[in-house]
């Protein structure tokens, strides 16, 4: 193969793990804040299971280049919350909940599946694939969103818990980390020096492997098979 037909290949594999995960993500997201008394995300016509609605172009591009990346946040008034300290913290977890919850029913198919690869169809090979790289997605959208740093989930989540004279020394502490993670991923992207992964995947290989053994029976797993 080209590298071309490599790269297209890459993205027709990846595709269907990509638009599920960012958009149950965001679904979730809308759909909680929506049962605990915030419409916003409805009546932006955010509520919705169109993928078109939620893609980020720029964390879909990271998506289809590694297992880390992004949607296009959903709107959330906190402040419609029945109870915004608590709500926001259920708003927030629902989206990589989401994702842990596609990669559960995509790694116990794949764990009880009986398929004989050495006389499967092409088709069936290549739709495990499909299914292998949209579990690996799923996995890496919930680690990577419950990263503790503004404005991801895991921040969120944190500020719902700290006592209230807390949340403004969290924030300070935290106000150029953002800045700071587009940095080292546009190094990484751009120039093929290895900055954020060397990072993030000494904390996601656990994370993952926790997961394989759940939901795999093994705490090794996919990537090997499909990187």
């Not at 008034?77 to 109870?83: A, D, G």
Request: proline share 7%.
């Amino acid at each position: 193969m080209t590298e071309s037909t490599d790269f297209i290949q890459n993205i027709l594999l990846r595709a269907p793990g990509i638009l599920i995960g960012l958009t149950i993500h965001e679904f979730s997201h809308g759909f909680a804040a929506y049962l605990r008394g915030d419409p916003t995300a409805k009546n932006a016509g955010r509520l919705s299971l169109n993928p078109l609605s939620h893609l980020d172009f720029f964390g879909t591009l990271m998506l289809i280049f590694g297992p880390f990346g992004w949607a296009k946040p959903v709107p959330v008034n906190f402040y419609n919350l029945r109870n915004p300290r608590w709500d926001s913290a259920i708003v927030s977890i629902a989206g990589p909940a989401s994702n842990i919850i596609c990669a559960a029913v995509i790694g116990l198919f794949l764990r009880f599946i009986n398929v004989d690869l050495f006389h499967s169809s092409k088709e069936i090979i290549y739709l495990l694939m499909i299914l292998k790289i949209a579990y690996i997605i799923n996995i890496g959208l919930s680690f990577f969103n419950l990263l503790p740093i503004p404005p991801l989930d895991g921040s969120h989540i944190v500020l719902s818990f700290l006592p209230p004279s807390k949340v403004q020394t969290y924030l300070s502490y935290t106000r150029y980390v953002p800045i700071i993670f587009l940095i080292l991923i546009f190094i990484e992207f751009s120039f093929k020096i290895k900055t954020i992964s060397l990072i993030l995947f000494p904390l996601f290989i656990p994370y993952y492997r926790f997961w394989n053994y759940l939901f795999l029976g093994t705490s090794e797993g996919l990537l090997i098979n499909v990187y």
